[in-house]
């Protein structure tokens, strides 16, 4: 599963917004865009990858990954199914 991350203005969604030094990747306060949220296959990320679409970055944090895990179940944004799914993988 992924989610896209934007830069957080009046009009994104605001359930979860990470400042710098949440993770190395964050320079400016980005929001966690939760209506993006979806299943992707692993092969498919490789391919994108090799063809230099998207690249690797460093893992986030267990309580940084368990902020957004938990933002994730209470965006309004999130699609049903994803917020379903991810109910029954990690708990309500």
Do not use: W
Request: with cysteine; glycine share 4%.
């Amino acid at each position: 599963m992924a989610v896209m991350l934007r830069t957080a203005t009046d009009f994104t969604d605001d359930t979860v917004v990470l400042e710098p030094g949440d993770h190395p990747f964050v320079r400016h306060a980005t929001s966690v865009h939760y209506s993006t949220a979806d299943l992707f296959q692993v092969d498919k990320l490789l391919a994108a990858m090799r063809r230099g679409e998207c690249r690797l970055r460093q893992d986030m944090s267990e309580a940084l990954l368990e902020n957004v895990r938990d933002g994730l179940l209470r965006s309004p944004f999130t699609i049903h199914r994803i917020r379903d799914l991810c109910e029954e993988l990690f708990g309500a």
